[in-house]
């Protein structure tokens, strides 16, 4: 079974679940739950915090100093996009190395 967490108007994120014949899950719609969110944070680190978004650049520096999980949880606009989960394993982005992991 496969997976997509990402956001619907992300071009990537409509990319990767039509290559790949997935529904994405929007996380604006369906937040992701605290777990979710740990499991992502162990797996990917600080790469899943998208430190060149626009709403990253609108956040002030009080707030950017702020635990991760935190501010995924309150900004999910902030999480790389898409998280990828196919049988367990966990993928971030869709690069050339996702896609041919997956394709």
Known sequence: MTLIYGIKTCDTCRKAGKSLGVELTDIRAEPLSNEQLERFYAQ???A???TRS??????????????PLDLLADHP??????VIE????????WGKDV?????
């Open 44 to 46: 990917f680190g600080e």
């Open 48 to 50: 899943l915090v998208n």
């Open 54 to 67: 626009t709403t990253w650049r609108g956040l002030s520096e009080g707030e950017r100093t702020r635990a």
């Open 77 to 82: 606009t902030l999480m790389k996009r898409p």
């Open 86 to 93: 196919k049988d367990g394993q966990l993928y971030l982005g």
């Open 99 to 103: 896609q041919a992991a997956l394709l």
